[in-house]
């Protein structure tokens, strides 16, 4: 089949790969101008690992990936509430990376294969019949295929063509990310750790060559801070972990002001259906959800395989659709879930409650997060 794919970041390029080692024609669109992100890192657990080297990327994970065996939970003080050995539940460790690093793995697999990329390709919309479907582009280029993959994003095009503007769930925080150069004591090595506070919290991922992701959190309503300038976003991000352990002070401090990103964080209302004849979505066109859990990026990596399999399966387009759909939403629905009850506890903003919820995540959190995770890294997709 000819296949149309919307959207060139991590979750369209995987997909894109999938389905051409299935043998199907696949062309990328992307409304960039260039396939690039900047300013923040992943978690890539090791349920995504799995499916990476399945697309022939497993030489390249070593190179853009640190190896991280460890996940870690901190007061603002330092005090250890929680530490995961990802190494016993899964039988290998989570990669820390740049998203621009794995996307440009990607990136360089798709053109290895002669899989083309258009880029500058805003999608405006789409119209199918039963012999095919046609994409439109805002600089009036079109295309046509047997089938369109919306891998757009949490904003989706696709999506809004084929359902109407899903209730988009702001999560109640806003959150920075940045990435710093900093000095190789301030770098816990196979370690992926947050601390977490009153309303707010940090996270600290080390990446290769001597660079710290980091991102935070901070309870506030919606839309705060949009106007700020560069400076002013590391100045109030700084005084929100004024005092907090080492070496977080020192990371913020080192972080360029002009490459720190600020969003609010959103996620959206589980969908009824993910496809409508011949059109799919997938990753956070389907099932965007909250960062906590470090699984939006792997449950979009997810999404690739099972759609080329569940293709090459049926030559009945929609069957194939209803399949993918089948299998994978029960799965995504429930790390949404998880996701945004972590992202619930994390942010806590009740000072008399702070104390509790350490009292809880040092008892319960622990075992509770690693029989998730156990299902999670242990079951097939």
Avoid at 107 to 127: M, Q
Avoid at 261 to 268: A, C, K, S
Avoid at 280 to 287: E, K, P, Q, R, S
Wanted: net charge positive; with cysteine.
């Amino acid at each position: 089949m000819k296949i149309l794919i919307i959207g060139g970041g991590i979750s369209g390029l995987a997909v894109a790969l999938a389905l051409h080692r299935t043998g199907q024609q696949v062309t990328v669109f992307e409304r960039s101008q260039a396939i690039q992100e900047v300013g923040a890192g992943l978690t890539i657990w090791p349920n995504a690992i799995r499916v990476l080297q399945e697309l022939g990327l497993t030489n390249v994970i070593p190179e853009i990936g640190m190896p991280a065996h460890y996940r870690t939970i901190r007061t603002w003080r330092g005090a250890l509430l929680s530490q995961i050995e990802v190494d016993a539940i899964a039988g290998s460790p989570m990669r820390l990376m740049h998203r621009a690093d794995l996307q440009g793995a990607l990136f360089n697999a798709l053109r290895d294969a002669s899989i083309p990329v258009e880029l500058g390709a805003r999608c405006t919309g789409f119209s199918q019949d039963e012999n095919g479907v046609h994409a439109q582009f805002a600089d009036g280029r079109t295309a046509d295929g047997d089938l369109l993959v919306g891998a757009d994003g949490i904003r989706s095009v696709v999506r809004g063509q084929l359902f109407g503007i899903p209730n988009i769930h702001y999560t109640g925080y806003t959150s920075w990310r940045g990435i710093a150069e900093v000095d190789a004591r301030y770098i816990p090595l196979g370690i992926s750790s947050e601390t977490w506070g009153v309303g707010r919290r940090i996270g600290l991922i080390p990446l290769r060559n001597g660079r710290m992701y980091w991102f935070a959190a901070y309870t506030t309503p919606e839309g705060q801070g949009k106007d700020q300038s560069s400076a002013e976003r590391k100045q109030e991000v700084q005084e929100l972990f004024r005092g907090w352990h080492d070496p977080i002070e020192p990371i913020l401090e080192a972080t360029d002001r002009s490459r720190i990103l600020r969003n609010d964080v959103y996620d959206i209302a589980p969908l009824a259906h993910w496809s409508q004849g011949r059109v799919v979505l997938v990753g956070d066109a389907a099932h965007a959800m909250s960062p906590n859990m470090g699984q939006g990026g792997c449950q979009a990596i997810e999404d690739a395989p099972v759609l080329a399999q569940c293709i090459q399966a049926s030559a009945d387009i929609p069957t194939a659709l209803h399949a993918y759909e089948a299998r994978r939403k029960p799965r995504t629905s429930r790390v949404a879930r998880q996701s945004r009850r972590i992202g619930q506890l994390s942010q806590v903003n009740n000072p008399q409650l702070y104390p509790v919820r350490n009292i809880l995540v040092k008892a319960l959190y622990t075992r509770a997060l690693s029989k998730e995770l156990k299902w999670l890294l242990q079951s097939t997709i």
